[in-house]
């Protein structure tokens, strides 16, 4: 295991259609982060888990978004009615929970485009 | 709040040159981490370094070094000798604790030839 996979890497869909993604974490990394960035900008926190749970969701993440992470390995990012503010690159990270001095690395991203 | 500001949107440099890319942070915590991260147009985001915020010691890693300053509240990023493949949008971020990132805007660096 390499790195924090992500797939798709690119995804068009038609505005109102549902879209699901996939984060494959680093081994045994508790910690799972979804962010969002959009051109120009820098990253922002979507969500976080700890294991299975979800322990912290921001207001970006309207009632149309929804993620999950059974079991505690893998997580998903679903994107329902998407709608063209959507378009985005979707960023997945993950970290060890041993304590405070860790870092996060990141996958190379999921690119929605919605037309 | 936290917030993360680099004022600097885009540098271009020629190879060679040094160059420096801001960082400011605002936060009423005392114990935080920062960091820095690359983003080359691949996408993914290549972790470079983090400090926590007990520890003001520069960083010197090969051509990398890091300058923290609490007095300023700054922690800035130094290229030496710059190189074409240094060519990337570079970010700061702030972590209190376990919590999210908060990232700066990004600085577009390019390094010509």
């Known amino acids: 295991d390499t790195g924090v996979s992500q797939n798709p890497r690119h995804k068009i869909t038609k505005r109102g259609q549902n879209v699901t993604f996939r984060c494959d974490p680093i081994?045994?990394?508790?910690?799972l982060y979804w962010y969002r960035q959009t051109l120009g900008q820098g990253p922002e926190f979507l969500t976080y888990?700890?294991?299975?749970?979800?322990?912290?969701k921001s207001r970006l993440l309207s009632d149309r978004f929804s993620a999950e992470r059974p079991k505690g390995s893998f997580s998903t990012l679903e994107i329902q009615r998407t709608e063209q503010g959507d378009s985005a690159m979707y960023l997945c990270a993950s970290s060890t929970g041993q304590g405070k001095d860790t870092e996060a690395f990141f996958g190379q991203g999921t690119r929605l485009t919605v037309v | 709040a936290q917030k993360v500001t680099q004022a600097q949107t885009e540098i271009s440099v020629v190879e060679k040159e040094d160059v420096t890319l801001d960082c400011v942070y605002e936060t009423r915590d005392t114990t935080y981490y920062l960091f820095w991260y690359k983003q080359p147009p691949s996408g993914e985001l290549v972790f470079l370094i983090r400090r926590n915020s007990f520890d003001e010691q520069n960083e010197i890693s090969g051509r990398y070094s890091w300058n923290f300053q609490k007095s300023t509240s700054s922690f800035n990023f130094t290229i030496t000798a710059s190189q074409v493949v240094d060519s990337a949008v570079y970010f700061c971020a702030l972590r209190i604790g376990f919590q999210k990132l908060v990232f700066g805007t990004g600085t577009r660096l390019l390094v010509s030839p």
């Open positions: 081994s045994e990394h508790n910690r």
């Open positions: 888990f700890q294991n299975e749970a979800q322990l912290e």
